[in-house]
């Protein structure tokens, strides 16, 4: 006899469901007899597992389920979005989430109201997160671990389309058993500086691979960000904002981590943590710069000038050596395909004659060919905000530390002359441009700008 279910509204704590209107792209339920069971918890199910979950991995058998028993709850990710999962979904109901893992591509879309009919499936773990599968396997690390199971033998789609609302946590509430197969969305986080200018995965690899990338908030704390090679999106560049990130948290080992299950639920656009406006100041006649009210490790912020990165992230630091504040930018330890970061000066009058006086010195060379590290440019459309489109014309005549000088040494640059422009004022940058493996150290102090006697 044909049973027809009737939708189930699921009043979660913390965690709401809405039906939505949605095209129906689902495959229909399959014409198949289907046994619910008893209805229990997800939190029911996962408990049969606790006592092999508490044991030393090796010694951790999967568990089958004999109880007769059902699940009831809402698809939050699955394997038909973005690519990010492959034969698996995620339920969740009013008190936790659980991997589910198929022999095949499972079907199932995200808002899917199921019943799960979970007699005769196994729990097993993988690095101390617990899935649903079938027969148990050795892989081949040694590891037991649970097969796919069929779909459409166990599962049984309610409704369709149903509205999935994560919770809204932070970094150091999720890192507990508690928040594991949850949907949650993090605010105000954004990748590490370490991180900016690498892609999701390696999904141009051969086979791709897949990565983790260090998602912090504004107080350093820190979760992984796990993204398959196959992912539609693995090949994109990690956005370089701060902003808001939607996923499933799931664990392993010790290492919490975060699984995308939508690309469009990563919306990171605004300023890092720590940014500070930076004005262009009003034109002056003269200006000396020696670094020496800087602490070591802080990032160079003085008014009227600017310092900014146009790829990487990275910025210059006050550095101190040997008793000496400088400032530095380098590339060294970054991981970074490129790094472009500028120091940008206050305006100069130039209705009369101005020379410019500076100090450089190097330390670890690593720029190959006649890639050079820094560049000292100059300017007389730049605003304050038009880096990239703003003029940019090199300063020659300077001297510069050079690959074969000795490290740690300042290298005075001589007198350079800035054009004489009646009624305009200039900018003075220098740029540094490197990348992870092109990574040389590179220091500059003692900055003036004077009118020539």
């Known amino acids: 006899m044909k049973r027809t279910f009737y939708f189930l509204t699921l009043f979660l704590t913390g965690f709401l469901f809405l039906l939505a ?3 129906n792209n689902e495959e229909p339920p399959p014409d198949i007899p289907f046994r619910a069971g008893q209805v ?3 939190d029911q199910v996962k408990a049969l597992y606790s006592q092999e979950l508490a044991k030393p991995w090796k010694e951790r058998h999967p568990v089958q389920i004999m109880e007769d028993w059902a699940l009831r709850g809402v698809i939050t990710a699955s394997d038909k979005r973005d690519g990010n999962l492959y034969k698996e979904a995620f339920i969740q109901d009013a008190t936790t989430g659980l991997r589910m893992v198929f022999d ?6 995200i808002g899917d109201s199921v019943v799960v009919n979970v007699k005769g499936l196994f729990l097993g773990d993988y690095g101390n997160f617990i899935q649903m ?8 690390s040694g590891n037991l671990r649970v097969s796919g199971f069929n779909m459409d033998t166990h599962v049984q789609k309610l409704s369709v389309g149903n509205s999935t609302i994560p919770l809204t ?4 509430q999720v890192k507990s058993a508690a928040w594991l197969g949850k949907l949650v969305k993090f605010n105000d986080v954004q990748f590490d500086d370490s991180e900016i200018g690498r892609t999701w995965a390696e ?14 908030d504004c107080s350093g704390k820190n979760i ?4 398959s090679g196959y992912a539609s999106f693995a090949n994109e560049i990690l956005p370089p904002g701060k902003g808001s990130i939607t996923g499933v948290v799931t664990v392993f080992n010790s290492d919490y981590q975060l699984l995308v299950r939508d690309y469009s639920e990563v919306a990171m656009t605004g300023n890092r943590c720590g940014y500070v406006p930076q004005p262009q100041g009003t034109p002056v006649e003269s200006l000396s710069q020696d670094f020496e009210t800087f602490k070591d490790n802080a990032t160079i912020y003085i008014s009227g000038w600017q310092n900014l990165a146009t790829a990487g992230g990275r910025l210059w630091l006050a550095k101190l050596f040997s008793g000496n504040t400088y400032a530095q930018a380098t590339g060294y330890n970054s991981g970074l395909s490129s790094m472009v970061t500028w120091l940008v000066t206050n305006p100069i009058t130039l209705s009369s004659q101005k020379v410019l006086t500076f100090e450089t010195a190097k330390a670890y060379w690593a720029h190959t060919g006649d890639h050079f590290p820094l560049d000292v440019l100059f300017s007389t459309n730049f605003n304050g905000n038009n880096l990239t489109s703003a003029t940019w014309v090199p300063l020659t005549g300077g001297t510069l530390a050079q690959k074969a000088d000795p490290d740690h040494t300042f290298i005075n640059s001589g007198n350079v002359m800035l054009p004489v422009e009646a009624g305009k004022s200039g900018v003075v940058a220098f740029r540094y441009t490197g990348s992870g493996s092109e990574s040389t150290t590179y220091r ?10």
């Open 21 to 23: 209107c949605v095209d």
């Open 40 to 42: 229990v918890t997800v």
């Open 169 to 172: 946590a932070t970094i150091s």
């Open 444 to 453: 500059i102090d003692n900055i003036v700008i004077k009118p020539a006697n």
């Open 224 to 227: 992984i960000v796990r993204t």
């Open 104 to 109: 095949a591509t499972s079907g199932l879309y």
């Open 133 to 140: 599968g079938s027969e148990p396997y050795t892989d081949d």
């Open 203 to 216: 999904g141009l690899a051969d086979p791709p691979e897949a990565a983790n990338r260090k998602l912090v």
